[in-house]
């Protein structure tokens, strides 16, 4: 069963290009409510964790090493529908194939630097959520 809440991150390239506050602003736009927020720096160890999925791809290394060079924002969010209806919003991966007016049309540089991350599922919504909040049952 869907539940109301997803995970997000905005990377370092769209935080460092000074976009977090537009970004913040269509996701609340849009009718998502922002349940817990945190700005952080990964550590490439703790980078690794988060995306020890991809770990086989060949993609890692680079995935880890942009990731922790430097600050994002994470945060849980509260929607209808929440995992799905977020990833409509951020768009396709690959900013090239993202739709108009998505996050990723409007602000990632390349599939990598793509500004934004979305969970792709309820359980990884959860797990990931946990991964930056150690106190979620306060919010
Ligand atoms: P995200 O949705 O956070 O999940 C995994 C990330 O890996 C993805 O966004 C991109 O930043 C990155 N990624 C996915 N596919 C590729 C690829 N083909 N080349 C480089 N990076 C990728």
Same mark, same amino acid.
């Given at each position: 069963?869907?539940?109301?809440?997803?995970?997000?991150?905005?990377?370092?390239?769209?935080?460092?290009?000074?976009?977090?506050?537009?970004?913040?602003?269509?996701? #609340?736009?849009?009718?998502?409510?922002?349940?817990?927020?945190?700005?952080?720096?990964?550590?490439?160890?703790?980078?690794?964790?988060?995306?020890?999925?991809?770990?086989?791809?060949?993609?890692?290394?680079?995935?880890?090493?942009?990731?922790?060079?430097?600050?994002?924002?994470?945060?849980?969010?509260?929607?209808?529908?929440?995992?799905?209806?977020?990833?409509?919003? =951020? @768009?396709?991966?690959?900013?090239? #194939?993202?739709?108009?007016?998505?996050?990723?049309?409007?602000?990632?540089?390349?599939?990598?630097?793509?500004? =934004?991350? @979305?969970?792709?599922?309820?359980?990884?919504?959860?797990?990931?959520?946990?991964?930056?909040?150690?106190?979620?049952?306060?919010?």
């Amino acid at each position: 069963m869907a539940t109301n809440r997803t995970f997000t991150m905005i990377k370092p390239d769209a935080f460092a290009a000074g976009n977090a506050g537009a970004i913040t602003k269509i996701i #609340e736009e849009n009718g998502f409510t922002i349940k817990a927020m945190k700005l952080t720096k990964l550590s490439a160890e703790r980078a690794g964790q988060f995306y020890e999925i991809h770990k086989e791809r060949p993609f890692y290394n680079d995935l880890v090493a942009y990731m922790s060079s430097g600050s994002i924002i994470a945060m849980i969010l509260e929607n209808e529908n929440a995992v799905e209806s977020f990833r409509t919003l =951020i @768009g396709a991966t690959n900013p090239a #194939e993202a739709a108009e007016g998505t996050i990723r049309k409007l602000f990632a540089t390349s599939i990598e630097a793509n500004a =934004i991350h @979305g969970s792709d599922s309820d359980e990884n919504a959860q797990i990931e959520g946990n991964f930056f909040f150690s106190d979620l049952e306060k919010f």
